[in-house]
């Protein structure tokens, strides 16, 4: 009997189609692509098993393969606990900077979802609001806590101490304004040059100090009550774990299982008033911080001496600059940001006592805050690997991880640990993944013609193969051969060396295109792939889900930094599907397919992309949803459809009929945009050769996408180009100053438009002669000489290999057989009559009457008419 699965632990999605094709369809990649593909792009990836004999060689220049990989933190991948680290990040940058360490309590042996609970909070409409209407227990139950706990009073007690000050903050509420202190500032101001104090100006002093005092000590008496009523005695405040400046170690110890919830972090059990000095720094792309807690209020009440200072009538050195007074020094902060000093209880809301450490003041606090965040990414290692030594590195770290062999550990328990990793920020795993790899500076993995590796005999069919990642991209079939530049992972495979945890994140390939890859060797690759008619709704749940990632990174899913779990995605309706990718195994995505993954340990995989004849509306669509994101783009799609369209007599017919519909949408959208910028008033123009410029110097300033047809430029701002779509955004100067860059006339891009046309209706047309020969369509059949011109045309004009062309031979072949037939009795029939002068003759091949007679009537089954055929039949039937 099946256990039930845990709350929160991870349900595998269901498994993608597998397919094994014979040896026969194996023969023909893209053919065999195309025939599962109805089935397989609903899936959005695919597993296929070559037959069992094929095993290609492993080619890869082991001894010269050294790389530097990638230092992945697998808590900061995921989307929804990134959210939570960045918030936690910026708690703790608040706190540090006013001279306290952040610590994350525990409730309920939990450590507290800070993140939740200010969200929470802030859906119930604010601190005060849940306070006066008492919904604290409301909180508890939607953070998951049972019911009759009491624990609400505890959640109150944790967000006022660590959350209200900072939200306060956020709201900008922290730099108060008050009549009295106006009223202080200008009489200060007014008094200036006598330097002295007025009656008028020491009674405002005064009353000001009595009334901030007086609320300073309400204040904290309320609070200290609340904290002494609520106080957790139980839980043990938590570090927030370190991370970001984790170096892989020369070891093979670079990624070891954090120690959750123990001493050993180098930070001993302290009390919640005690401040945590030997631990690391917590440093991040943020900033550099150490978050300590506030110290216990209760300890740090106003003292009677304070108080008294209050009244000091001296003339003060520093001045707060809100009260404007100088007394209470030991009370009053000076900003290690700006040298501005304040009374602790003059901030809002007030500090408990003065920090310990540095202090920013609330100027600098939300200028130093208010520092837009880097976009994240992947950091390099320190260190650069072999194969072996990486190999060496990856096994220690699962053997050690999981406490048994590598090869004893089931991928159902990495799988759920995975994804257990990157769902808790209370541990951190940090793992290194060798991708990215350009197998033209190492060697590929499979033979290639004229590389270091020798090929036996036996393995020389791999060098040719069309599964052979070299070859897919370049094969008669593939549109990326009409790309001239060798594009690394597009049209030249790359390599992947990956560990146990090492991930590949959520990402659709360049241009919608689709991706192969193969694993040469080593432990499993586990995929998640979403079909690509969801795309926009697996990206927009995953926007919805966490907003603030996109808010400050809007193309943070080109980016391959962030995933999100499978289970999460398919709970908002987005369909997913998995499967484990073992040695030798292929594994295909299909256009806007969004897939991700991670390796199960220690592997060895090459991919690339490839683009068929069914992808190109699909490219183009990719190209105006680059527009508008402002997205680079890798190659330009129209340069790729006029390569093609310079061929068009030789092209494919069945592709020709897809690039018909390109140039028809390509040369009329142009055609458009011209009229447009004619009207504008650009008259200045120039042909330019655009494959000729590097693509940086043909970018659209406005879009970024890859001019070739056309562009816009102005002497005004050299080294700046437009498309046409957005001639209006490149400067402010007269359109008579605009430049029109064009790679064809109008008058050259129509009769491109035209040639393809041609190979299609040319094709269309052949094709419509040889149906009508081949079912004796019409009154009147063709001569054989038609059916000699037909096949003719067939190879010359590189007409596809169909069955009917075959049909068309084997006809034409037996009409041949009969007419050398027919012309063999003719010639016969000549000269017996010349030889035997009337008698018998004594040619033992000579046909009878009735057998002549049954050869002439298979003329009439014939698919055309030969010329023998009357001559003949005059013969048998002479009166006829």
């Not at 683009?611 to 190109?616: H, I, P």
């Not at 997205?631 to 494919?652: G, I, P, Q």
């Amino acid at each position: 009997m099946m256990s039930q699965p845990q709350l929160n632990e991870f349900i595998p999605p269901p498994e993608c189609p597998v397919f094994e094709p014979s040896w026969e369809e194996f023969s023909d990649p893209f053919a065999y692509i195309n025939k599962i593909r109805p089935i397989a792009e609903k899936t959005g990836i695919c597993k296929v098993r070559p037959p069992p004999d094929w095993q290609p060689p492993f080619a890869c220049d082991v001894d010269r393969l050294k790389f530097t990989p990638r230092i992945q933190r697998l808590n900061e991948l995921e989307a929804q606990t990134r959210v939570k680290l960045n918030f936690l990040d910026q708690i703790a940058k608040f706190w540090e900077l006013q001279g306290c360490t952040l610590k994350i309590p525990h409730v309920e042996r939990k450590i507290l979802d800070l993140y939740q609970l200010n969200k929470l909070v802030n859906e119930e409409g604010g601190f005060d609001a849940v306070c006066r209407e008492r919904r604290w227990t409301k909180i508890s139950t939607k953070m998951g806590f049972a019911p009759g706990k009491a624990i609400g009073s505890h959640l109150r007690a944790h967000y006022e101490r660590i959350l209200y000050p900072y939200n306060v903050f956020q709201t900008g509420d922290h730099l108060p304004v008050c009549p009295l202190f106006i009223m202080f500032s200008f009489l200060q101001y007014f008094d200036t040059e006598k330097q002295t104090q007025t009656g008028l100006f020491h009674l405002v002093k005064v009353v000001w100090w009595s009334f901030t005092s007086l609320t300073f000590t309400y204040f904290l008496l309320q609070r200290a009550t609340l904290t002494n009523d609520t106080k957790d005695k139980e839980y043990t405040p938590h570090d927030l774990p370190q991370r970001q400046s984790v170096q892989p170690q020369e070891t093979c110890s670079i990624a070891r299982r954090a120690k959750r919830m123990r001493s050993e972090r180098g930070c001993v059990k302290t009390e919640p008033g005690e401040i945590c000095e030997n631990r690391p720094n917590l440093r991040r792309r943020m900033g550099t911080y150490a978050a300590k807690p506030q110290p216990d209020i209760r300890e740090n009440m106003i003292t009677k001496a304070a108080f008294s200072n209050v009244l000091s009538t001296q003339v003060d050195q520093y001045m707060c600059l809100v009260c404007g007074s100088g007394t209470a020094e030991d009370r009053l902060l000076l900003c290690d940001g700006c040298d501005d000093s304040y009374h602790i209880f003059c901030l809002i809301p007030p500090l408990h006592d003065v920090p310990k450490g540095d202090w920013r003041c609330p100027k600098c606090l939300a200028q130093e805050c208010g520092k837009p965040p880097v976009a994240f990414g992947f950091e390099q290692a320190s260190r650069s690997y072999t194969l072996q030594s990486f190999g060496d590195m990856a096994d220690s770290f699962k053997s050690d991880y999981f406490n048994m062999p590598v090869h004893m550990v089931p991928t159902e328990l990495v799988e759920k640990e995975f994804w257990r990793l990157v769902s808790t920020i209370e541990e951190d795993v940090t793992v290194e993944y060798g991708a990215d790899i350009a197998s033209k500076e190492f060697g590929s993995g499979f033979p290639v013609k004229n590389s270091h590796f020798e090929v036996s005999s036996e393995d020389e069919h791999y060098l040719s193969s069309g599964w052979n990642l070299n070859n897919m991209p370049v094969l008669d079939a593939s549109v990326l051969t009409h790309i001239t530049a060798d594009i690394c992972g597009m049209k030249l495979p790359w390599l992947y060396v990956g560990m146990c945890f090492s991930s590949f994140c959520w990402h659709i390939e360049d241009h919608w295109s689709y991706s192969i890859n193969y694993l040469h060797w080593g432990e499993p690759k586990t995929w998640y792939g979403a079909p690509g008619y969801a795309a926009e709704h697996l990206e927009t749940v995953m926007k919805n889900l966490a907003p603030e990632l996109f808010e400050s990174q809007p193309d943070l899913l080109h980016q391959l930094v962030t995933i999100m779990n499978p289970n999460t995605l398919m709970n908002n309706g987005v369909p997913i599907y998995r499967t484990n990718q073992c040695a030798g195994e292929f594994v295909i995505t299909f256009p806007r397919a969004y897939h991700s993954g991670f390796n199960q340990g220690f592997n060895f995989a090459e991919a690339v992309n490839f683009c068929t004849m069914d992808w190109m509306p699909i490219g183009r669509n990719c190209v105006t949803h680059y527009r508008e994101l402002s997205r680079y783009c890798v190659f330009s799609h129209d340069e790729m459809v006029c390569n093609m369209a310079l061929k068009a007599d030789t092209m494919d017919v069945d592709l020709a009929e897809t690039v018909q519909k390109e140039m028809a949408i390509m040369v009329d959208g142009e055609e458009e945009l011209r009229e447009k910028i004619d009207k504008m008033g650009v008259v200045q123009c120039r042909q330019v050769d655009y494959e000729l410029l590097p693509d940086e110097e043909r970018q659209c300033f406005k879009c970024r996408t890859t001019c070739y047809l056309s562009g816009i430029t102005c002497d005004c701002s050299p080294g700046k180009m437009v498309c046409l779509h957005h001639a209006q955004d490149l400067c402010s100067c007269p359109h008579s100053n605009l430049t029109l860059h064009y790679k064809f006339t109008l008058d050259e891009l129509i009769p491109m438009k035209a040639s393809v046309k041609q190979r299609v209706e040319s094709y269309k047309d052949w094709l419509h002669d040889v149906q009508d020969i081949l079912e004796n369509k019409g009154n009147k059949k063709r001569c054989l000489e038609e059916l000699h011109g037909l096949v003719e045309q067939a190879e010359t004009k590189t007409f596809p290999q169909t069955s009917l062309l075959d049909q068309l031979r084997k006809v034409t072949s037996e009409a041949d057989k009969v007419a050398v037939m027919a012309q063999q009795l003719l010639n016969g029939k000549r000269q017996t009559r010349y030889r035997s002068g009337g008698g018998k003759s004594q040619n033992q091949n000579e046909l009878t009457v009735e057998e002549l007679r049954c050869f002439v009537r298979q003329f009439d089954n014939l698919p055309c008419n030969i010329r023998q055929a009357p001559l003949l039949k005059d013969l048998v039937d002479p009166g006829g």
